[in-house]
């Protein structure tokens, strides 16, 4: 299926006293190819596989095929993941009719926090939180698949 | 879980009268690393989704993990593999208490006919059927996400 998402920076805490839910993710990647990338997941208590094609041009649709998997083989495939996992907790918050996912990274990536929303139509529109600061839609480095390569703690060295 | 198999080339087609199936495979790759590959197959009517690890120091053992996918979803996944899909034919054998899979592969790799004999352990004896030629257990440029790459027809130019 293809997937329409817009990718902001967050500014502030504020919106975790909005969080309806909360929840751990540890990540790796087969591999961080721009055209294609595979994801292995733990969230939760779940564990999960995840295909992702390239963006189109204006980064707000891509393929994406996912499938969910045992904890068990989650952790073992893992372990087969090239090197920088990334470790975060996200948050989910409801504004309006609209669910936000914020991601705070830990490891080598804190001091990052983003957030997310699912659009069904590219000119959708939705209420936009006052933590959310500037759009990073469709910028690769933000990408999940690129900050396991190039950390935020190695950004501006 | 990890895989135990020793590989041969074949040198006749005399395998194919003892064959009791023979199934088409179309396979690609999501990423041809050599210490983790992601391949997408067709086998006859079912789809999979394969990952493998890096193979032992001897070529005889490797990481697999599979699960099974629809074929609409296996369809969709190699339009987004690598260029190189490999085409072929899978014949199976039985000698003696081991089935021998034979591919003979098509399209660019034309010419090129490999058997496999799954083991239980490293020293596991077996009966040595007269097509079975050279051994080639752990020659990377025998791995089908080689051949996807560099196949075949391109050797020795």
Redesign the interface.
Known sequence: MIEIERKFLVNSYAFKKESFKKTRIVQGF??T?K??T?RVRLKGDKGF?T?K?QSSKDGLAR?E?E?E?SIK?AN??IE???SGVIDKVRYEVQVKNHIFEIDEFLGDNEGLIIAEVELNSKNEGFEMPIWLDKEVTGDIKYYNSQLSQDPFCNWGK
């Open positions: 087969l591999n190819h055209e294609r595979v596989l295909i094609g393929f095929w499938t998997i083989d073992g495939l087969l993941c090239e």
